[in-house]
């Protein structure tokens, strides 16, 4: 079969290789990969690729053999699913704990934007707590997670102000009832909750932003910079202040993947995708990615998915 690996070239992160169809574990089921979606992390992973790297974590495809233990969905089941690794091929291996079924009215490329961004906003919001009539802020909004998170706290009752770089970016997120400004020193707190994904100088400006006794939930650090915090200069400006280190990870995702789905289908859930191309331009949309060129998710068909 056909999958992608990493070259270590930044200007073409991958190229197809040959390689042998994955053999599932006994509790995992073999996918025909119709559609997968890179996220930004992974485009970093891909800079300085480790040995035995297989990108991929986002895919929807078909079951063509289900799991010897008896577990997940049966052959022919459209699924979503998220895998540790090996997703951009044709015949991707998942754990059935981290596959969900699709419902007839959730296509291939929607199904594959939703794993690691919306799993991300998902459990992000639940770190954050009931939102109802709380002030929110949200920084480094542009991408998959900053969608998903906008969308699902402002129908929670947030009044929520996203940061970011410019005003072309935040138009989807004010149709989807956020406020938002275009740097995060325009943003007029106190906020009860700062969600933080920036890093670098952001994350200092951001904390001052908090509300005594309030909560900064870091999940992401996109500027690739380090935080520098000054004690003193915190002094009467964040007293109290929870800073809450978060990341997504941490199977099963089914459950997860299986809300998802459903509220997609409800029409609660709306994937912003910036991007759908054959998976022969991989190399480009993984450049693009990466530099922050397109809004929302990007996702990548195979030939099934075409």
């Known amino acids: 079969m056909q999958r992608l690996i990493p070259t270590g070239d930044a200007a073409r992160p991958v190229a197809f290789a040959e390689a042998p169809q994955p053999t599932p574990e006994p509790g995992a089921a073999l996918i025909k990969v119709e559609a997968f979606a890179p996220n930004r992390g992974e485009t970093f992973l891909l800079e300085r690729p480790r040995q035995g790297l ?13 799991a010897a233990d008896g577990s997940g969905p049966g052959i022919g089941t459209r699924v979503v699913g998220h895998p540790a690794q090996g997703g951009w091929a044709e015949y991707a291996a998942v ?13 291939s490329v929607r199904a ?9 906003a998902l459990r992000l919001l639940r770190t954050a707590g009931s939102l109802t009539g709380r002030r929110v802020l949200l920084t480094g909004a542009l991408g998959g997670v900053g969608h998903y998170v906008t969308e699902l706290a402002v129908a929670a009752g947030a009044e929520l102000t996203a940061v970011t ?26 906020f009860d ?15 001052s932003k908090v509300r005594p006794g309030g909560l900064l939930v870091w999940f992401g650090q996109a500027s690739r910079s380090p935080v520098t915090l000054d004690f003193f200069e915190l002094l009467g400006v964040a007293e109290g202040v929870t800073i809450q280190h978060f990341h997504y990870a941490g199977a099963p995702y089914g459950p997860d993947l299986a809300a998802l789905v459903g509220l997609v289908e409800r029409g609660r859930l709306h994937p912003e995708i910036g991007r759908i191309a054959d998976w022969a331009d991989t190399a480009d949309t993984l450049v693009d990615l990466r530099e922050r060129r397109i809004r929302g998710k990007a996702v990548l068909l195979t030939g099934e998915g075409r």
């Open 165 to 190: 770089a410019t005003p072309v970016r935040g138009e989807r997120l004010t149709e989807l009832g956020a406020r938002v400004v275009h740097d995060v020193t325009a943003a007029q707190g106190p």
């Open 54 to 66: 297989l990108p991929g974590k986002d895919i929807a495809g078909l079951v063509v053999q289900a």
């Open 193 to 207: 909750v700062v969600l933080e994904s920036t890093g670098g100088t952001t994350l200092p400006i951001a904390l």
């Open 95 to 107: 754990p059935t704990h981290s596959l969900a079924v699709l419902t007839d009215g959730i296509d």
């Open 112 to 120: 594959a934007a939703l794993p690691l961004a919306g799993i991300t």
